[in-house]
């Protein structure tokens, strides 16, 4: 019995000393983040803008910024006239829908993101509408600018 417990001594100090060999010898320092860069963009750092109004083109009806579904209201402008809305949104963490329906005209989505304004601008064509209605439909985290602009004759 004594052979064996010399040999298991033996036994257990090579393990302890290639465990704290395979560690690296760095088992006793902090944990150090990869320094490579995240595939996350980082949050914006700009606020929410308005959409700027196209060169040949005058704003109808604007609102914002507001945040989450919203009765926009109504313009009226000479009919029929190229009509285009755009949209400026930011999601609060991930991509939201946004909704925009103009009564008798049409709608559109637009995908909001979490991490910078999203900007669409949707050409509704040639609107023979004089009085229109916008409404606005998406989740309560959601900023958004609209501004709905006609060709100027």
Known sequence: MRTSRPAFITAAALCLLLTSCTA????DLPHVPDASPSTVEPPPREPLTAPAV??????????GPRRGPWDVGEATHPSPRDLRVAVHCMAKSRLIDLKVTIDGVGEFSVRCSGV????VMNAMGDVSRRELHLT????ESVRWYISVQAAER
């Open 24 to 27: 690296g010898g760095d088992a």
């Open 54 to 63: 196209e060169p040949g083109y005058e704003e109808i009806l604007a609102d």
């Open 116 to 119: 910078r304004e999203t900007t």
């Open 136 to 139: 606005v439909d998406t989740e």
